[in-house]
Every structure is written in structure tokens, then in C-alpha cells.
């Protein structure tokens, strides 16, 4: 998910778009700012109130502004040929992903930085592509400029995307479809509801268990309201999707991972799989692969890392970390920060110097002048309970 929560609702740039779920937000008396140019619900009855509800229950969460590309073969080309081509956009397996699974991906640039990170589902006949708002054109531009004559590139950016996440996600989804019992995390299905053609993977951005629905824009408020119907489901905004996200570890694109970042620097090289690395079978032949493939050898300068900020302040984004608490030695800076409902306490993600990043280590956060005790921690903050 990249982009910025903006308090208010004006913008000087163009008007906000909306997705299919607007007029039910404001119906429900949600909060709304702008995000990566549409209009968004932020919080309907509180981020706490929210953020605990979908741990102890289910959520749902309008997710319809992320991009949905489908990338199919031309006449004479085969689904196998699809994967192989997008694999020259990707550092991931692409080509031996099964029928009916999906995979966290990135797109790289020349420089090994990270222009997207994508969630990449093997359907039938090709490939389903979920990108970030923010980023979506110029991922179906650039897809298309990788196409040849091997595939067809279709923009499904009218499409809703609904989340249900939550510890009740599978029971409270499996009375509209009972077959979603039987899928495991990652797992992608292509079904009909009442006619209409929906996409279900069980995956989520919030480190809980729960799935992702892809449906026609027309049909979306239809759902949702039903889904809302259930006394376990309450909807849910960007606010506590970000803390969700935050404590299961999770990447905002834009502020963890960018162009800047590296996904070794990000510690997302578990993405990458072997037969992609250094030496194995389709190794390469990706935008910056010469220096994502050093990076794996050699390892890299800096890393993302979990940070405890001791004490009840939150450390945000932009703040500088010390090695002492003098602030003399600037080792790197905070991505992420916020309040973790879950532990009661504030937690953040960030880059230091490689050698600084044991779990454990103690640093200084600059805050208006004082420098604050920082643990160095692993993540995830909070256990994930994916259904593996």
C-alpha cells in the first residue's frame, strides 16, 4: 500500500477519485482524507477501537483504490510464456508458481532500488497483477513495454478490491463461500458470486488471517453490505490498517521500500528465490539484477530494522537515529512509526548501519533536541497468524 494519509479533504492538485465503497463510507459516518488521489476512509469509530476489533474479530476494509492488471497470452502463446516474460521485470519465481497460488513480488529499477512491491496470482490463462494506487499506471506502462508480442496487458482499475481480516475472516466468509475453508495463505481462486466473476486469495496486509476479494465496481456495495451485516464484521480505515500493518513488520511502499531501497537493504530478500539468485537456474535478467546479485553475495550497507522506542512517545517517520546519546554519530533514519494498540506501546521501523542491527542493540532516536533510548528488535512486533 504506498502513499500518504492528508488530514482534511482538500487538495490543491485534481479531484479525488473514488472507489465503488464511497457513498457507503459516508454513509456509515466515516472520516474521509485524501490518499494516493482518492478519497479515503481514515477511521470510522476510532483507530483503537478499530485496530482491536479486527484482531479479535474480522474487519473490512475498502481496498478498491489498488490497481488490478491482467496480463494474458497473444495467439500462439502460452500461460508458461506470460510467466517467463514478467520474469524479466521481477527477481521472483514467477514461472513455477502453481495454478491457483499467488506471490509477494517487486518491480526493480536499473539500480536494484524497488519501484513497487506487487502481490502476482497465477490464474488460468496468465497472470494477476495487484499493485499500489500510487503506482499502478506506470506499472501497467512499463508491464506493457516488457510485453512483446508474449501477452496482452489489461487494466482492471474499475474492479473493487475488498479485505476481510480478522480472526473470524473464514468463518464469516465461508457463508457466502463455503469453498474458502479448504485455502490455505496465498492461495487464489477465481469463482462467480450471483453472476458475477470474483477473485479470492487468502492473503491481507495486516499480519492477520483473512482474504482479498477482486468484483465488478457495480456489484461491490452489494457485497460489503452483507458482509457487514455479520455481527462479527465492522468496517475499517487506512488508520488502523497502518498500525495493523506495522506491528506484523509489514513494508509501506513510499516510506519503507522506494526507489532508494534495495530489497536486500530491506530484508525482503526471502522473496527472492533461488533459482533466481547467483548461480541458480534462471538467475538474472532483471532490471538491476547486477547489483541485487552483489548485494546477496557481499550484503549491503544498511538494513531495515524493528525499533522499540522505551518510553510512551511514538517516533515517526523522518526521525534520525544515533548511535549515542549524544547525537554525535548519525547511523540511520525511521520509515515507519506509530502506537501499537496490540502491545500498548510505541514501535517503528527503519534503516541503520549494517552492525548496528542485532536485536537487542541499544540506539538514540533525536526528538526536539533529546535523544530517546531506541531497542533494536525483530519482527514482527506482533506474531502473524496466517493459515499455512
Known sequence: MSGTLQSGSETSGPPLLKTPLHDLHVSLGARMVPFAGYAMPVQYTGVLEEHRHTR????????????????????????QEVALAFESLVPINVADLAEQ????????????????????????????????????????????????????VERQFDRALLALQGSAAETVLAELFPSVTDMKFMDFR??????????????????????????????????ARQLLAH?????????????????????????????????VEAGLQWAIQKTRRPGGARAGGYPGAEVIGRQLVEGVARQRVGLRPQGRA?????????????????????????????????????YVETGCEAPGTRIYAGLRGRYVPVEICALPFVPTRFKR
Open 231 to 263: 455481527p462479527e464484521v465492522a468496517p475499517i480505515g487506512l488508520g488502523a490498517r497502518d498500525s495493523l500493518r506495522l506491528e506484523a513488520g509489514l513494508c509501506l511502499y513510499g516510506h519503507d521500500i522506494e526507489p532508494t531501497t534495495s530489497p
Open 190 to 223: 477465481e469463482v462467480t458470486w450471483k453472476g458475477a466473476p470474483v477473485t479470492i486469495s487468502r492473503s491481507g496486509y495486516t499480519g492477520e488471517d483473512g482474504f482479498e476479494i477482486g468484483l465488478p465496481a457495480e456489484r461491490a456495495e452489494e457485497l
Open 56 to 79: 479479535a474479530k474480522a474487519g473490512l476494509f475498502d481496498v478498491s483504490h489498488m490497481g488490478q492488471i491482467r496480463l494474458r497470452p497473444r495467439a500462439g502463446h502460452t500461460p
Open 101 to 152: 497460488r499467488q506471490r509477494y513480488a517487486f518491480l526493480t529499477d536499473e539500480a536494484g532500488g524497488i519501484l513497487d512491491d506487487l502481490m502476482v496470482a497465477r490464474t488460468g490463462d496468465g497472470l494477476l497483477i495487484v499493485a499500489n494506487a500510487g503506482c499502478k499506471e506506470a506499472d501497467a506502462e512499463r508491464i506493457e513495454q516488457a510485453a512483446g508480442d508474449v501477452f496482452e
Open 314 to 350: 511514538p517516533v515517526r517517520e523522518g526521525v534520525e537515529l544515533f548511535a549515542d546519546e549524544q547525537g554525535k554519530r548519525k547511523i540511520g533514519c525511521v520509515t515507519s512509526g506509530t502506537f501499537a494498540p496490540s502491545l500498548n506501546a510505541p514501535v517503528a521501523m527503519g
